[in-house]
């Protein structure tokens, strides 16, 4: 049901920049970004509710990603700039179709929880 699309390679040096995409079949609540490093658990990036929230970014990436989406196309797309080999990580989107809380005032474990379908990753690698 749902794919995640790479634009751009997978592999960056530091300082660089990437956008990925994730298209969606079937109407979505919400969709967002997720990342697990190696050997790391998988923490929440950033996600966009369609029915006005808005987008909501993490601390640890805010003023570098940017979340975006075109409800029309149902698709959700992360740009990175000036990429940190830190932001090494498996890239996961994932969707609901249930209304879920403002990610404002979810954690990385309830954001994680809460998505009904899950996109295979895509690998971003930056190197130093």
């Known amino acids: 049901r749902f794919s995640c699309r790479r634009l751009g390679g997978g592999l960056v040096q530091a300082g660089g920049s990437l956008r990925i995409s994730c298209p969606a079949s079937?109407?979505?609540?919400?969709m967002a970004w997720f990342r697990q490093a190696p050997g790391k658990e998988r923490e929440f990036v950033g996600g966009?509710?369609?029915?006005?929230?808005?987008?909501f970014i993490t601390d640890s990436v805010k003023g570098r990603f940017t979340i975006s989406g075109d409800k029309a196309k149902n698709s959700v797309y992360l740009q990175m700039n000036s990429l940190k080999p830190d932001d090494t990580a498996n890239y996961y989107c994932?969707?609901?179709?249930?209304?879920?809380?403002?990610?404002?005032?979810?954690?990385?474990?309830?954001?994680?929880?809460?998505?009904?379908?899950w996109g295979k990753g895509t690998l971003v690698t930056v190197s130093s």
């Open positions: 994932a969707a609901t179709v249930t209304p879920v809380p403002p990610y404002s005032v979810l954690t990385s474990a309830q954001a994680i929880a809460g998505m009904d379908y």
């Open positions: 079937g109407r979505t609540f919400t």
């Open positions: 966009i509710i369609w029915s006005g929230e808005g987008t």
